[in-house]
């Protein structure tokens, strides 16, 4: 009962307060009403950070549902991305400087997973909770960075040893089995477009002498394919940088890239007779700008693959593969034979168009699917002759993609071993 309201006996009458109680409950009525009147209305909150909204906590999480309900709120306000940018707006307009989205914690961010990942993930960041790291960092010529490459590098969820450790038991495991191991590992922008990054930005040096030893140490005791090279010969052939200006992924001549690094793994010689061709423009939205209260557009072309430098293969598997995802190929002339599954994250995402047109049968599904979706990646695993493996350079580095949880691999290694390839 409001205080003013009560019979002036009582110890906590206070008549004095009425009006300005008064007023502010009428803000926080105006407050919490607006978006749900709105919401009655039609209006509904959309999806500003390149990933999915936050669902509403089940009950049977215990006290994960209170702290996991701040999170679902602030991505259900209805009016929330008009906020985000009348903030930025007045920022810039008042104090000539952004407003200050990108500080402290990496809670979310473009996609690096899938949700429903278990244990240490790169679709979970908080698990890397430090201050002092920008979401986003602002480069030269309108060039925007990803702030998690150098924070991943900064304070990682595990010691480079224990990633690369695991990467060992992986390929061992797959090997065991009588399957083939491919591990793929796309660069992050800040190491393959390092001249746009400002001169100074938090975690510069402790980034770029990570960055060194990871590239050092990875490929050579991993067996990882190194792509940097075969990136800058794409570069170098297009006249332009094969990663976004505004985005943290890279443009379809990176992702073409990747399928035949893939296809040449598997079946050395495969992509000589593949020919490429520009098809067709195409826009999208970036995904960096949005986590600091602005908007882009990327900007590329698709692509046709010809595998036998004749026919047309190219077609869109339907993405994000929470589930495992097949698509087959009739066999034929610069098409890689076998059934592969590659585990991927979004960096496979553009790529998929041409793997679907270069595999005769390739299932595609998210790392991070082994956490909720676990029982049914594993069981796509067992009719497949290889398992790649595609993981961004900033999820190893940081030590948190979903397979480099050890009671994973075993549930790999055992279910692989079962079902043994001969």
């Known amino acids: 009962m409001h205080e003013a309201w009560l019979p002036r006996e009582h110890a906590l009458h206070r008549p004095r307060h009425g009006r300005r109680q008064l007023t502010a409950l009428l803000c926080a009525l105006v407050f919490f009403a607006t978006p749900l009147l709105s919401w009655a209305l039609g209006a509904r909150p959309g999806e500003i950070e390149n990933r999915r909204l936050t669902e509403l906590p089940s009950l049977s999480a215990g006290w994960g549902f209170f702290t996991g309900l701040a999170q679902w709120a602030t991505d ?41 990942e278990s244990g240490p993930s790169p679709a979970d960041p908080s698990l890397n909770d430090h201050a002092g790291y920008p979401k986003v960092i602002q480069g030269k010529e309108g060039w925007l960075y990803f702030g998690r490459d150098v924070e991943a590098k900064c304070e990682p969820a595990r ?46 040096d402790c980034a770029q002498r990570a960055s060194v030893e990871f590239w050092r140490r990875l490929p050579a005791e991993t067996g990882a ?15 332009h940088p094969v990663y976004y200006r505004q985005d943290t992924h890279w443009n379809d001549e990176g992702a073409i890239m990747l399928a035949g690094a893939l296809a040449e793994q598997l079946q050395p010689g495969a992509t000589r007779t593949w020919t490429i061709r520009q098809s067709q423009e195409w826009t999208g939205s970036s995904d960096l700008p949005k986590l600091i209260g602005r908007s882009g557009e990327n900007k590329g072309h698709l692509y046709s693959l010809a595998p036998d430098g004749t026919q047309d293969r190219t077609r869109q598997p339907p993405i994000p593969f929470d589930h495992p995802t097949q698509a087959t190929s009739a066999p034929g002339t610069g ?33 991070g699917s082994l956490g909720k979706y676990q029982a049914e990646v594993l069981n796509s695993l067992v009719d497949k002759q290889v398992v ?7 999820n190893l580095a940081a030590g948190d993609a979903a397979m480099l949880d050890p009671g994973v691999v075993n549930q790999i290694a055992q279910v692989l071993a079962q079902h043994p390839m001969r």
């Open 76 to 116: 259900h306000l209805v009016f929330r991305r008009a906020a985000v940018r009348a903030e930025d707006g007045i920022s810039r307009s008042v104090f000539g400087e952004p407003a200050p989205f990108d500080g402290g914690s990496q809670q979310s961010g473009p996609l690096a997973g899938t949700p429903g």
């Open 159 to 204: 010691p480079l040893e224990a990633t690369i450790q695991t990467l060992q038991r992986l390929r061992r495991a797959v090997e065991d089995s009588g399957r083939r191991f491919v591990l793929l590992v796309p660069p992050d922008k800040t190491t393959m477009v390092p001249q746009y990054l400002p001169d100074s930005y938090a975690g510069k």
């Open 225 to 239: 394919v190194d792509l940097r090279q075969s990136l800058q010969s794409a570069a170098a052939k297009v006249g």
């Open 335 to 367: 098409v890689v034979g076998g059934r592969v599954e590659l585990l991927t994250d979004s960096f496979s995402y553009p790529a998929s168009r041409y793997l679907a047109a270069g595999f005769s049968d390739i299932t595609m599904v998210t790392y």
């Open 388 to 394: 790649a493996v595609e993981v961004v350079e900033r």
